[in-house]
């Protein structure tokens, strides 16, 4: 089965940027076609905000990210990674990243840990 482990989140003052990282073992091609980052912020229900396609690279991104986030992977480190730049405080949340069983919907099988992002005003 495979594992994922999220990292690269803090803290930034709004403008700034992070990318987190989410490393899969044994091999992102393990159990899914498709990876994706969720997030959920403190009392709000958890959304999609990006999601690729381990095969040929195709990307989505939710209307919320588009233009500021991007979804990538490094084949060879086995890693997602969610570049985030011109962050904004209602960024603020518990990011996770996530296999999906189809890649057209936002349906997940295996979660991480997920990893913080604090952005302030």
């Known amino acids: 089965q495979v594992q994922l482990v999220e990292s690269g989140g803090g803290s930034v003052q709004a403008g700034g940027s992070l990318r987190l990282t989410c490393a899969a073992s044994?091999?992102?091609?393990?159990?899914?076609?498709?990876m994706a980052w969720f997030r959920q912020a403190t009392e709000k229900e958890r959304e999609g905000v990006a999601r690729?396609?381990?095969?040929?690279?195709?990307?989505y991104h939710a209307d919320s990210v588009k233009g500021r986030f991007t979804i990538s992977q490094d084949n060879a480190k086995n890693t997602i990674y969610l570049q985030m730049d011109n962050l904004k405080p209602e960024d603020s949340a518990m990011y996770y990243c996530a296999t999906l069983k189809v890649c057209y919907n936002w349906e997940a099988g295996k979660w991480g840990q997920g990893t913080q992002v604090t952005v302030s005003s």
């Open positions: 044994p091999s992102i091609y393990y159990s899914s076609n498709c």
């Open positions: 690729i396609s381990v095969r040929d690279r195709s990307t």
